[in-house]
């Protein structure tokens, strides 16, 4: 898809991790992630839920503070290890907006549109006169006339409506990226494509960067650029999109990817499926955090904590021992098993 | 009920951590929409209305004395005389202001005591927010009246003490829900949002926090409005009122310590307690009502 | 699974204690100047008033000498001496304690028996003219004051129609034949103050149980158990209640203080001798020792009704296990 | 041979608005229908009303005649009193709920609520048998028997689902109704979860009615399918004639609107409009405002009939041989 | 009918006499007891040295049975009976001693007896001599302190008896009862004292039953559960003197209600705060000229009370006459003239001014009493006529007792220019009320802050007056200046109002003193109403009580019965027995 400036990155996230005391106990929701966050590039982040991809999300806007790594912006550190002070931070913030999952928490029901539009420009300082003007354009842009929207109060709107009022919102201040929180789960099929192509258009048309954070594999297949396949605060593959749901090349991502359900009858019967259940993000089992579900698990999966290597297709990536030119042989003997 | 510091349904959501909100409808409808509602109004504004004006609608002069003790109602006393022959109509027009004023102001000292501590304690988090719940669940736990009493016994009684005591001591309920409210209103995505954008926190409080509260805030100082009228007329009641006021529950307190029960003068028992009773029923009935509209789930129609 | 939740519910109950133990002493020592209590003895003079102060050890340093002196003492159950009656503030409490245990024990349990009960008909019944009428009579009793309702029930059933007793614990001065005897004349004189007491809190009860049960009842495991084919009373009384039950309980601690309340005032009217009466009298004779004592005790009797109340909690609901 | 369960004209209405418009269809023994639709066009409603659960705002009507196995009456759904649907109840059909957070009793043990309903419906009282009965079923479902033994938020969203599922069948029903068993689930769990029914379905013969919005689910799982808009069903066949051939504009735009990964990547154009208010539908065919192929003729109510071996469609234009370009249909429609 | 009628017998026909009172005596310790109705339990349980005599209050043998008065008025020699304590124990002369010299010394309330008391000795068992400092009538005709058995009392430390003591039951006594039991807040119980040898009293038993508050006695009289009611308020006086079986008894009191005045001079109270205008004699007369003293009797305390006429109630009989210089109640003219010409310029409806002073005065009065607040309104109503302006403010007690005793560097600085409020003085003397405006008291009990040498040489003339004729002389005397000067507007005497059931009690008399003076049973002050006190004919009767209601209790406790039955059986079922879980 459309990228105008080839390689050159919005966001770089550095072996950023995250952690929350949990009952007393550290867990780890993001644990040494390395990302690019490519201009003008639909990015997706899947996984199973819990697996760490709301709280990668924050830690790119810098809404929390990483325990370890960092964020730069365009090159500029401004969140974690070196980090350059609020400059960078609001910087940051006003390039780079967020959506979220669900439409019915996203604005403030004691707000009218017009207020919740115009907020962004208002924080962030940009002169009244221009104000309406952007507005009414932001509105134009996710199809919703300002003349009828503008005095409304959310609940006057349908789920569809909220979720346009929100990435206007977003959009209203021009930003360079957008993350995007699950922004349709909670929407039914037919309005999630109306918001879906409302947000790939004003991709092309403003060169917008998109982070896509989804469940649903089929959609961010269809819709990104490039995929990160996210399993237990970690990235276990990334590459792209058609690289890695086409040809997947790490266990976790080949089960997931086997675990959609297509719309064809009797499809899904004899599948193989993935057991167990994410662990809990306390107690992350060593080596290879995947390997007490994993399939084709080896001999030192249990003790080998495997980073991200190359394997198969162009940039794609696998954290997976299978690809460990080190453990080759023992790897093909289990691929083979 | 006297001394009693939380109404019953909004700290059941607080508790719950359930998110309120109110929805757009307009306030006449709320109050206005049910027969109840049209009652209750119909007699709160009555009561406020004998409250400013009752001292002139007053037929007697309610401290005047006569020798026609404990008479039953007749024409010259449509309701009856006081053991000290004063007519109790006279007296019960008089001493609405007392329950209305005490109400409206004790119920005004605690919900901005409790929304302050609410706000702060929740949206701050941390150790200032551990130190004001502790200070609020130690309010909720000490009985009120007990504790009211002991300050106004401390305190030389006066309205102005009445209203101070009241307020000091009901304010936690209040506290308690604006505090839930908040902790979930911060966890909203629209806050996270405006954080985001990178608003303070004054903004943030000011123009989301905020006007999500006030409903709720609103609507739990209408039923602290009832409780504090219940805990006036307590007060007066066991000889802690204002002495140079009459109110219903120093009427209450001079029908029983004059044996008005025993001289079955039901004249001079029956209507200050139906008057406390009726007005907090009215004020009641009006917070449950915002009560149900904040929280739908309350509401018979679904 | 543990009772770390409940271990920690205890913990802050003594927190609490402890904390009305010294707030009791500030606000008795700083709030309200002691030596009012002396102004009572005429024409004491002021060597006279230097000695009680002596006596009463107010001439110590407030911190050092006299907030230590009374965290012994209290520790030790020694509330002070009664200003009027001369005798222990802890003994005279203990006298009036069991009654009031009585009077409160009866109509709590009686309320929230039939208040829970009331709430349960009414949810289910939702809209209907039972419920529009439970409701009303509900509200009614619940905007009352208590101790006017006292009074009507006196002026009704001692005075209009005179069944029974107007006040009083038991009928003074008789020589009880057998203890049913004794029972029974307790009984007869318990029947008006603890209808009072019960119509007061049945209302609250009431609210409570009705709204309780009404969220419960839109609860997907409710349609869920109707599914299974299980009657409708069964699905109520199986899962709903128990269910509802759980913010009753909550609820119900916090309401203990209205209690109290309640039966300062009832007591009062019905010449109860409990700590409600103790404590009226206390007002009127500025007995400052008795009414530190008894705010002392109503507040550990509160405290220590919402710790029961969260043991009850715990038993009653799983999830608190959890954590 | 006879079906099991047949419906026909199924109204819902709340306060007089209708929400379930006159729905038919027939369900066979041991067949798995999937129902699928928009948010909101009254796919748990219609599940309700086969229960006759809806709540007491909700009126309903219409006959609804259920033939179980070894019963020699057929079961007259539709007139049975509370008492009567009692004992129809999860003996005959059971119900998988949307959400099973909220499905199992907060404070019980998973046991006694399973209990509950196998004695209530079975001579099995003893504590053995009954035991036995769920530890039997804790396998079938491929749950440690000892989750049993647990109170619900013990376990998680997964393992819960399954519990329903084992509930679900703790009475042997001939006719097991799931609505939504996994949207709550995340993809790994929600494979799990359908490949779960599917082969209970195959082993124990039931008769399977899934609710579902995501047709891929449905695909996956059921024989037959059918569409609902608007409180109708608008479209019914075989899942495989339904989803390659559809034969009503809705069911088409929707199924072009599905990515399937290895099909053509990018975004089909949306269904454009909103889904109307159920209390007002527009007049004539309900999808009209919204079709890119409506004529005239679509002001006049279409029925539901047979267009092809098996499929039916609300649609005056059905069967349709081959879809035209949806754009250049719909401004060919505004010029007529 | 829930406990009525089963009153006076039961238990082989015991005559019992039940008194309801509305507060119980927290204490029997005379150390340090307050309340009023400590007097009539220790008056019935102990004798005095000298006792009084229910007719008129005379002295009458007690503990005494004769007693000689030196030529020089200081020394008295008392001859004690042969008497025996309820113990058996004889009654000596130690124990006279040790009660006037322990009690008197250091009860809070009998210390005032003593004062002038140089020695108590005891040549014998049987004889005590009394000196004292100066004359002093009453050390016959007042020595108002009980004796108590010394061989009990006085094995207990001072400290104690002063402090924390309560005395042990039965209550070792002299009287013709003795406390047998006392369960506070329920019952007081006097049984015969075993060995008391005067006239045989006709009841076994004297229980004081405690209500809580007059309106629950009260409703225990009209329901027949007691027999005598100490206290009745004035609004319901009349309404039970109209309930059938039931008749009420007014008897006057050492007590009165006044209107003061803020006498207090620059050199006693330099710190004192109130209208100067107040201490314009001439202003006082003229609104006493004004005050109609019958109309606030009979509009505040329901006309129960009686008019007074100056500072002594008619009570005292036997010392005082209505004194010669009387205000005419109605004489606003000469109230008016004696304004004006004093120079207090009538403004019409505004407050009279002289200068920079205007006639406009603060009125307090306590919450607690209802008939003061009103008695207060009449009179700020009576006096407008004459332009002066009394503004009524209803304080509570302690406000009112603050304003009277504040003291500003160690000197009296009352904060008040009037107040209603009342006192009360010993049942059978006057020189406690009299004491009141002496100079000496300023500072202690005065609160009208009145001096006058002239007052205070008669008071100390009186006070030694052995002559009742001579000293009834004296106290005129006093009166009347305090009549001229006006510290104090007495109001109204405030009565002892009591009932008692007439099928329940016959030979009911008033007493102490008799006729319109007394009450029925001389409550405090002498036990002898209660020897002739008997029971009507025909009233013992033997009714088991709250038969009628065991019923309802039995219903009440199926009832709870069957709930918590029915809640158990439904939690029951939910078990149905426990599953067997195969692993
Ligand atoms: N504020 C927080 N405090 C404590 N733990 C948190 C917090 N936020 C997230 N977590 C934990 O971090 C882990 C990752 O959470 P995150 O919300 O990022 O997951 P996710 O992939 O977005 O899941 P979902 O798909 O359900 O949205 C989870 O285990 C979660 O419980
Ligand atoms: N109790 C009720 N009272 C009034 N309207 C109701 C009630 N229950 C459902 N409805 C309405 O009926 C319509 C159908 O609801 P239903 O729950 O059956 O939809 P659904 O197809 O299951 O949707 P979803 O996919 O969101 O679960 C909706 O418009 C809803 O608003
Ligand atoms: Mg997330
Ligand atoms: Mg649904």
């Given at each position: 898809?459309?990228?105008?400036e080839?390689n050159?990155?919005?966001?770089e996230v550095?072996d950023?991790?995250i ?14 992630v ?24 924050r830690a790119m806007?810098?809404l929390?503070?990483p325990?370890a790594?960092?964020?730069?912006l365009r ?7 070196g980090a350059?002070g609020?400059?960078?931070v ?7 907006q ?15 549109v017009?207020?919740i539009v115009?907020?962004?420009l208002r924080?962030?300082?940009v ?6 003007e952007?507005v ?6 996710v199809?919703?006339?300002p003349?009828r929207y503008?005095?409304?109060?959310p ?9 346009r ?7 209203v ?12 789960s909670m929407?039914d ?8 192509s ?6 092309k ?5 998109l982070?896509?954070i989804t ?7 269809s ?6 396949v ?8 990334q590459g792209?999109?058609v ?5 997947p ?7 997931l ?15 193989e499926l993935?057991?167990?259940e994410?662990p ?33 297709g ?10 460990d030119?080190?453990q ?6 289990a691929?083979d098993? | 009920?006297?001394?009693?510091a939380?109404?019953?349904?909004l ?8 998110p309120?909100?109110l929805?757009d ?10 027969w ?5 109004v119909g007699l709160?504004g ?9 001292s002139l609608?007053a037929p ?8 026609d003790?404990l ?6 006393h449509?309701?009856g ?5 004063s007519?109790v ?5 008089v001493g609405?202001?007392?329950s209305?004023?005490?109400g409206?102001?004790?119920a005004a ?5 409790g ?9 701050l988090?941390g150790?200032?927010d ?7 669940n130690?309010f909720?736990?000490?009985?009120a ?13 006066s309205?102005?003490v ?17 505090r839930a ?14 954080k985001a ?17 006030l409903?709720?805030i609103?609507?739990n100082?209408?039923?602290?409005v009832?409780v ?7 007060l007066s009641?066991?000889g802690?009122?204002d ?6 529950g ?7 310590d004059?044996?008005a029960?025993?001289a ?5 028992v ?7 009773t009726?007005?907090v029923l ?5 917070g449950?009502?915002?009560e149900?509209?904040i ?7 679904r | ?15 609490t204690?402890?904390?009305?133990i010294v707030?009791n002493?500030?606000?008795?020592r700083?709030?309200?100047d002691?030596?009012t209590?002396f ?11 230097a ?18 002196d ?5 520790a030790?159950?020694?509330?002070g001496?009664s200003?009027r009656?001369?005798r222990?503030?802890w003994?005279?409490?203990?006298d009036?304690?069991?009654?009031t245990?009585?009077?409160?024990g009866v109509?709590?349990?009686l309320?929230?028996l ?14 209907r003219?039972s419920?529009?009428?439970?409701l ?14 006292g009074?009507i ?10 069944i029974?007793p107007?006040?009083l614990?038991?009928t003074?001065g ?19 103050p603890?209808?009072?007491m ?7 009860y ?8 009404v969220?419960v009842?839109?609860?997907?495991f ?11 009373d069964?699905v109520?009384s199986?899962h709903a209640?128990p269910?509802?039950?759980?913010p009753?309980?909550t609820?119900s ?6 209690v ?7 007591e009062?009217i ?8 103790l ?7 500025k ?7 008894v705010?002392?005790v ?9 710790l029961?109340?969260?043991?009850l909690y715990?038993y ?8 | ?5 047949e419906v026909s004209?199924l ?6 608005s209708?929400?379930v418009?006159g729905?038919?269809?027939k369900?066979?023994?041991?067949e ?6 928009e948010?909101g066009?009254?796919?748990t ?5 086969l229960m006759k ?10 006959s ?5 196995e070894?019963a020699?009456e057929p079961?007259n759904?539709g ?5 009567g649907?009692?004992l ?7 119900l998988?709920f949307?959400?099973?957070m ?5 404070v019980?043990r ?5 209990a509950?309903?196998?004695?209530l419906?079975?001579d099995?009282?003893?504590?053995k048998?009954?035991g ?6 804790f396998?079938t479902?491929?749950?440690p028997v000892?989750?049993a033994?647990?109170y619900?938020?013990e376990l ?5 689902q399954?519990?329903m599922?084992a509930l679900?069948?703790c ?7 799931a609505?939504e ?7 790994v ?7 779960l ?8 013969g039931?008769?399977l ?7 891929g ?8 399918i059918?569409?609902?808009y608007a409180g ?7 899942v495989?004639s339904?989803?390659?051939d559809?034969?009503?504009?809705y069911?088409?735009l929707l ?5 399937v ?5 990018g975004?089909?154009?949306p269904?454009?409009g ?7 539908p527009p007049e004539?065919?309900?999808f ?6 409506a ?5 006049a109510d ?5 267009v092809?071996k098996g499929?039916?469609?609300a649609c005056h ?15 060919a429609?505004k010029?007529a | 009918?829930a ?7 039961e ?15 927290q ?8 309340d009023?109705?400590n007097?009539?339990?220790w008056?019935?349980?102990w004798?005095l040295l000298v006792?009084f005599d229910?007719?008129d209050?005379?002295p009458?043998p007690?503990i005494?049975?004769s ?11 008392f ?15 130690r124990d006279?001693?040790?009660?006037l010299d322990?009690l008197?010394?250091?009860g809070?309330?009998?210390?005032g007896?003593?004062?002038?008391v140089e020695?108590?000795?005891t ?6 001599v ?5 004359p002093e009538a ?7 302190i009980?004796?108590l058995p010394?061989?009990?009392w ?5 400290s104690?008896?002063?402090?924390s003591?309560?005395p042990?039951i039965?209550m070792?006594g002299s ?9 506070r ?7 015969r004292?075993p060995?008391w040898?005067g006239?045989e ?15 629950a006695?009260?409703r ?6 007691v027999?005598?009611?100490a206290e ?18 007014r ?5 009165y209600?006044?209107l003061?005045?803020?006498?207090c001079?620059?050199e006693?109270?330099?710190?004192a705060?109130?209208n ?18 019958e109309r606030?009797?009979?509009?505040s305390?329901?006309?129960t ?7 002594l109630?008619?009570f005292?009989?036997t ?5 010669e210089?009387?205000?005419?109640p109605?004489?606003v003219?000469?109230?008016?003239r004696?304004?004006?010409?004093a ?5 019409g409806d ?20 209802q008939s003061?607040i009103q008695?207060?309104r009449l009179?700020a109503?009576m ?11 209803v304080?509570?007690v302690d406000?009112l007792t603050e ?8 000197k ?5 220019d ?8 010993d ?5 406690f009320?009299?004491?009141l405006f002496?100079t ?8 009208s802050?009145?001096s006058?040498?002239?007052y205070?040489?008669l008071?100390r003339?009186q ?5 009742d004729?001579e000293?009834k002389?004296?106290?005129g005397?006093?009166?009347?200046l ?7 507007v007495?109001?109204?005497e405030?009565p002892?109002l009591?009932?008692?059931?007439t099928?329940r009690?016959?030979?009911?008399e008033?007493q102490c ?8 049973f ?9 020897l002739t ?11 088991d009580?709250?038969?009628g ?13 069957a709930?918590?039955?029915?809640v ?5 079922r939910g ?7 195969e692993e």
């Open positions: 898809m459309a990228t105008a080839p050159g990155s919005l966001i550095r950023l991790a952690e929350f005391s949990a009952r007393g106990q550290l867990a780890r929701a993001v644990d040494g390395s990302l690019d966050w490519r201009r003008g590039e639909i990015l997706g982040v899947v996984g199973e839920s819990g697996c760490g991809k709301s709280t990668l999300a806007l810098a929390v503070e325990a790594g960092s964020v730069s090159g500029q550190v401004v969140s974690g290890e350059g609020r400059k960078g609001s910087d940051l913030r006003r390039r780079v967020m959506i979220f999952q669900d439409p019915y928490q996203t604005l403030n029901p004691r707000q009218r017009e207020a115009t907020e962004p924080v962030q300082g002169p009244e006169g221009k104000h309406d952007r009414r354009r932001a509105l134009d842009d199809g919703l006339d003349e503008l005095g409304r109060y609940h006057q709107l349908s789920g569809g409506q909220r979720q009022v929100a990435i206007a919102a977003a959009l201040l021009e930003p360079e990226g957008l993350i995007c929180d699950e922004p349709v929407l099929a037919s309005v999630r494509a109306q918001i879906l409302v947000l790939l258009e004003l991709q048309r403003r060169v917008l960067a982070v896509f469940h649903d594999l089929s959609l961010a297949w819709l990104c650029d490039r995929i990160a996210m399993y237990l605060g970690r990235i276990v593959e792209s999109a690289d890695v749901i086409e040809r090349k790490h266990p976790y991502t080949k089960a990817v086997n675990a959609v359900p297509v719309p064809e009858a009797g499809g899904g019967g004899r599948r993935l057991g167990g994410l809990d993000p306390t107690a992350i089992p060593p080596g290879c955090r995947f390997h007490p579900r994993c399939p084709r698990r080896f001999e030192p999966c249990d003790s080998v904590d495997p980073s991200l290597m190359p394997a198969g162009r940039d794609q990536l696998a954290a997976c021992l299978l690809h030119p080190a080759s042989s023992a790897a093909k003997a691929a098993a | 009920m006297s001394g009693t939380t109404p019953a349904g700290d059941a959501r607080a508790a719950a951590g359930a309120v909100e929805a409808e307009r306030l006449r409808d709320v109050l206005l929409g049910t109840r509602g049209r009652i209750s709160l009555f009561f406020i209305f004998i409250a400013i004006f009752g609608l007697d002069d309610p401290y005047a004395s006569s020798l003790v008479a039953p109602p007749s024409w010259a449509p309701l005389t006081t053991e000290q022959g007519d109509l006279s007296q019960l027009l609405a202001r007392v209305i004023v005490v409206f102001a004790a000292i605690s919900a901005l005591l929304s302050i501590v609410g706000l702060t304690g929740g949206y988090g150790w200032p551990r130190i004001l719940d502790a200070l609020e130690w909720l736990v000490i009985p009246l007990p504790l009211m009493i002991v300050l106004a016994r401390l305190l030389d009684p309205l102005g009445l209203i101070l005591v009241i307020g000091l001591t009901s304010w936690a309920g209040t506290g308690r829900i604006v409210q908040v902790l979930t209103l911060r966890e909203r995505a629209f806050v996270e949002r405006a954008l990178g608003a303070g926190d004054t903004y943030v409080i000011r123009t989301h926090i905020l006007p999500n509260t409903p709720l609103f609507a100082t209408v039923l602290i009832a504090a009228i219940l805990s006036e007329a307590a009641f066991l802690l009122g002495p140079s006021r009459i109110s219903w120093t009427m209450l307190e001079n029908a029983f004059s044996g029960p025993s079955e003068a039901w004249w001079y029956i209507p200050p307690g139906l008057c406390i009726l007005l009215s004020v009641s009935v009006i449950f009502l915002f149900e509209h929280n739908p789930r309350l509401r018979d129609d | 699974m543990s009772g770390r939740w409940l271990a920690g519910k205890a913990a802050a109950a003594v927190v204690l402890v904390f009305v707030f002493f500030f606000l008795f700083v709030m309200g002691p030596t209590q102004t009572r003895i005429p024409n004491i003079t002021p060597t006279e008033l000695d009680l102060r002596s006596d009463y050890g107010l001439d110590k340093p407030l911190l050092t000498g006299q907030f230590v009374y965290i012994g003492d209290t030790s159950f020694d509330l001496t200003q009656s001369r222990a503030v003994t005279e409490i203990k009036a304690l069991p009654w245990l009585l009077l409160v109509g709590t349990l309320a929230t039939i208040g829970s009960w009331l709430g349960v008909i009414a949810a289910t019944r939702r809209g003219n419920d529009n009428g439970l009303g009579f509900s509200l009614f009793t619940y905007a009352a004051p208590e101790y006017w309702i009074i029930l006196i002026l009704v059933f001692a005075f209009w129609i005179p029974l107007a006040g614990q038991m003074p008789v020589e009880f034949s057998s203890w049913v005897s004794e029972v029974t004349d307790v009984a007869e004189h318990l029947i008006l603890a209808t009072a019960t119509l007061m809190l049945l209302g609250q009431f609210l409570i149980m009705r709204s309780s049960m969220d009842l839109t609860e997907d409710i349609t869920v158990k109707r599914a299974t084919g299980l009657p409708w069964r109520v199986r209640v269910n509802a039950l759980l009753l309980v609820l601690a916090i309401q203990f203080g209205a109290v309340g309640g039966a300062i005032t009832i009062t019905f010449s109860w001798p409990g700590l409600g009466e404590t009226f009298q206390a007002i009127n004779d007995d400052f020792p008795v009414l530190q004592g705010f002392l109503f507040s550990a009797g509160v405290i220590f009704a919402n029961l109340a969260d043991c715990f009653l609901d799983p999830r608190v296990k959890a954590d | 041979m006879t079906s099991l369960l004209d109204r819902v209405t709340h306060r007089g209708p929400i418009d729905v038919d269809f369900l066979d023994r041991g798995a229908l999937g129902l699928a639709g948010s066009c009254g796919k409603t219609t599940a309700l009303a659960l809806l709540p007491p705002a909700l009126t309903q009507s219409g609804m005649t259920l033939r179980p070894g020699e079961i759904l007139r049975r009193t509370e008492a649907m009692q129809v109840r999860w003996r005959h059909i059971s998988v949307q959400g099973a909220n499905s199992l009793d907060p019980q998973i046991d006694a609520q399973m509950e309903a196998i004695r419906h079975s099995q009282k003893g504590g048998e009954v036995r009965k769920i530890s039997d079923l396998k479902v491929g749950l000892s989750a033994r647990r619900p938020h998680s969203g997964g393992q819960r399954r519990v599922i679900a069948l009475c042997d029903p001939s006719l097991v109704i609505d068993p996994t949207t709550a689930l995340d993809v769990m929600q494979a799990q979860v359908l490949q029914l599917e082969r209970l379905r195959e082993s124990l039931l008769a009615i899934l609710i579902s919005h995501d047709l689910v449905l695909g996956e799982t059921c024989d037959r059918a569409i609902m109708r069903i608008v479209e019914t066949g075989p495989r339904v989803f390659d559809p034969q009503h504009p069911t088409k199924l072009d609107s599905l990515p990964i290895g099909g053509e990547r975004l089909a154009p269904i454009p909103a889904p109307p208010d159920p209390g007002s004539g065919c309900r009209r405002p919204r079709c890119p192929y004529k005239d003729e679509c002001l279409p029925p539901l009939r047979e092809a499929q039916s469609a234009f059905a069967p349709w041989k081959k879809w035209p370009d949806p754009r250049a249909a719909a401004a429609g010029k | 009918p406990g009525a009628q089963e009153t006076t017998t238990d082989g026909g015991k005559a019992v006499l039940k008194i309801g009172w509305g507060q119980d005596p204490t029997l310790n005379p150390f340090v007891g307050l009023e109705e007097y009539t339990v008056a019935l349980n004798d006792n229910p007719e209050l005379q009458a007690g005494a049975e007693w000689e008065v030196s030529d020089d008025q200081q020394t008295v020699t001859t004690l009976a042969d008497r025996k304590w309820s113990d058996g124990t004889p009654i000596t002369s006279v001693k040790y009660s322990v008197g010394g250091e809070t309330l009998f210390a007896y003593t004062s002038n020695s108590v000795t040549p014998d068992d049987k004889t005590v009394v000196k004292t400092k100066q009453r050390i016959v005709g007042g020595l108002f009980y004796i010394e061989h009990i006085g094995k207990v430390p001072v104690e008896l002063t402090s003591y309560q042990e039965p070792v009287g013709p009862f003795i406390v047998t039991e006392f369960e807040n329920r019952i007081l119980r006097m049984e004292n060995e040898s006239e009293p006709n009841f076994d038993e004297v229980q004081f039953i405690k209500y809580g508050n007059e309106d006695t009260e225990a009289l009209q329901l027949g559960e027999d005598i009611v009745v308020q004035p609004s319901t006086f009349e309404r039970l003197g109209n309930e059938e079986n039931i008749e009420t008894v008897g006057a009191s050492p007590s209600t006044e003061a005045f803020n006498l001079s620059a006693d109270c330099p710190d705060e109130f100067p205008a107040v201490q314009d004699k001439t202003v006082r007369q003229a609104i006493a000229n004004v005050i109609a003293r606030i009797n009979e509009i305390a329901l006309g009370s009686f008019v007074a006429n100056g500072i109630p008619s005292y009989k010392f005082y006459e209505t004194p210089l009387d205000y005419n109605t004489d003219e000469e109230a008016k004696l304004l004006d010409e120079g207090w310029q009538d403004n505004q407050p009279r001014t002289k200068g920079d002073q205007t006639l406009s005065f603060e009125l307090q009065v306590r919450s607690e009493s003061d008695a207060s009179i109503e006096v407008k006529e004459i332009g002066v302006e009394f503004k009524v403010q304080v509570s406000a304003a009277t005793v504040r003291f500003v560097d160690g009296p600085a009352p904060d008040f009037t107040f209603v409020w009342g006192w009360g003085g049942p059978y003397d006057p020189s009320l009299l004491s002496t000496e008291e300023i500072g202690n009990s005065s609160d802050f009145y006058n040498p002239e205070d040489r008071f003339e006070a030694a007056a052995f002559d004729e000293r002389q004296i106290i005397q006093m009166v009347d305090t009549q001229e000067d006006l510290p104090y007495v109001l109204t405030d002892n009591q009932a008692y059931r099928d009690l016959s030979n009911v008033q003193p008799a006729d319109e003076g007394g009450d029925i001389c409550e405090q002050i002498s036990y002898e109403p209660m006190l008997a029971l009507a004919d025909g009233s013992s009767s033997d009714d009580g709250g038969g209601s065991g019923v309802l209790i039995a219903i009440g406790v199926l009832v709870v019965g709930i918590v039955y029915f158990i059986r439904s939690r029951r078990g149905g027995g426990p599953i067997e879980l």
